[in-house]
Each structure stands twice: as C-alpha cells, then as structure tokens.
C-alpha cells in the first residue's frame, strides 16, 4: 500500500511540469501551430470554377499540389520584391546594428554622463508604434511641409533610403539595449586589468568588448534579419503619399494585395509559405556559418 501511494505521489510530481507548460502550449498551438496548418492546407487547394461561376456547385475548392508553389516561385512581381528588400535590409542591417554596437559602447563606457536619460532618448523611438513612426517621418519628408527643404525624400532614387531611416530609427533603440545588457553583465575585473596594463578605452571596446559581445550581435542580427525579411509596415503606409511605391513593393505587400485584394487567398498562403521557407534558409545559414565563432562549435 505504501508502495502505492509513493508511486501515485511520483506520478503526480512528475505531471507538475507538465501542467505549467500546458497554458503555452495550448497557445502555440492555437495561435501559431493551427493557422500554420491551415496556411498549409490553403496553399494545396484552389477554386475551381464551373460555367459562369454562378449557382450552387459553380464554384469547387479542389486540390492542386504543388501548383500554387510553382506559380508563386515563378512570379516575377515576388523576386523583384526580394531584390528591394535585399537592398534595404543590407542599409538597415549596417546602419541600424552598428549605431546599436556603437551607443551601447560609448554608454558602458567608464565616465558617461546622463547616462539614464541618453539611454531611455535612444530607446524612446522603438516604443512608438511602427504605423505612427512612419506617418510622421511620411510627413515630414513631404516637400510643403519638410524642414528639411525641397529634397524628393520620396522619389524613386531615394524612397527605399527614406524607409530604411524609419527602420533605423525605431530599431536602434531595441538592439541597444540588448547589448548594454550584455555589456553589463560582464564583470568590471576584466576592464581594470586592461586599463592597469595600459589599455584605452577604445582597445578595451576593441580587443576585450566586442569579442565578448559576439554572441549578442550575432542574435540581434537574426532578430533584424526576420524584421527585414517581414517589412511591411513602412512600405504600406508611406504608399498613399508617392506613386513610387507599388503593391508588391516587399514580399509580405503581395501576399496582401493578393490575400485581400484580388482575393486569391490560395496563392497568399502558397506564397507566404514561400516567404517562410527563405526566411528560415537566410536565418539558419547565418548562423551556421558564423556558430563556430559565436558558440565554439564546429
């Protein structure tokens, strides 16, 4: 009996686990896992149309394969939204990331003053909502009411710059941030021994900081990767002030204007699919290629 009752004990401590994982799991599954699925099952189907399309039955949801994958790996309108956004994120990734590196340095540095309040100014812009960030920079860069002068920030030659300034404005902040929290937690033993041997300020940031910081910039890095890949937000509403930008100006723009626009919901979710994969492929390529140094693996 005694046995019994320690296996039921047992029992129920190891289910203990279980039961705290069970409320995120059953919101990953419902929330991300569920319409993963039904993305999947989309992308297989599509509309068969009968006659004129009109009456019962007219209209068919079939299974198509692959057919929808094909369609949207051999659009056009799709690759030459990754072309954009390639150059864009290489501008935002390069700007945004090494400001990040850059202000997170000079804070942790040994004198700094106003510190709390030049760290709470770079982060301030990563709280405002993306759509209202770049609404007011869409503003500003119009020529009647810019202080910036007459410049076409919103022209062909330099939309994509004038996006890229939104993205690194908002973002700097959140990136900062997580590599001051970095820095912090290194102890301050190691910088006293560098600056007892001599060491600048700027050799500690060089030789003894940043290697020390590789594992956060190489996270940061995926983190913005993901954001690039996903662009949205400023592309659709900087759109009603130029004609310069198209509907299918990023990858994630077509996948709207076909979901909600022409209302192809199957070649959305072929497409959007086809979005995930790559994004998958460019984030776990960057870090298998750079693992060795970040993580000491092979």
Do not use: C
């Amino acid at each position: 009996m005694t046995h019994r009752k320690k296996g039921a004990r047992a029992h129920r401590a190891g289910a203990v686990p279980y039961m705290f994982l069970a409320p995120a799991m059953a919101l990953f599954a419902l929330f991300l896992a569920l319409p993963i699925g039904y993305t999947v099952y989309l992308s297989l189907r599509r509309t068969r149309v009968s006659g004129l399309g009109l009456g019962r039955g007219a209209r068919k949801e079939i299974f198509v394969g692959l057919d929808n994958y094909a369609a949207a790996v051999g659009d056009g309108e799709l690759w030459a939204g990754w072309l954009r956004v390639l150059g864009y994120g290489a501008l935002v990734l390069v700007v945004m990331l090494g400001l990040a590196l850059l202000f997170a340095l000079m804070l942790d540095a040994a004198k700094v003053r106003l510190a709390r309040f030049t760290r709470i100014s770079i982060f301030l812009p990563y709280a405002v909502p993306g759509v209202a960030a770049t609404l007011m920079w869409g503003f500003l860069y119009l020529p009647s009411l810019s202080p910036f002068g007459d410049r076409p920030f919103l022209s062909a030659d330099l939309v994509t710059f004038s996006m890229a300034n939104v993205a690194v404005w908002g973002g700097t902040g959140f990136n900062m941030l997580v590599l001051y929290t970095a820095l912090r937690a290194v102890p301050r033993d190691y910088y006293e021994a560098a600056r007892i041997d001599g060491a600048s300020e700027v050799q500690i940031a060089l030789h003894i900081k940043i290697p020390i910081l590789t594992p956060a910039i190489i996270l940061t890095t995926v983190f913005s990767v993901i954001a690039t890949v996903q662009v949205f937000t400023e592309p659709t509403t900087l759109r009603p002030l130029t004609n310069t930008i198209s509907s299918t100006w990023s990858p994630l723009m077509k996948v709207y204007r076909d979901a909600f626009v022409t209302g192809d919901l199957y070649a959305a979710a072929a497409t959007s699919m086809v979005i995930a994969a790559i994004s998958l492929v460019l984030s776990f390529g960057f870090l298998r290629v750079v693992k060795n140094r970040a993580f000491g693996e092979g």
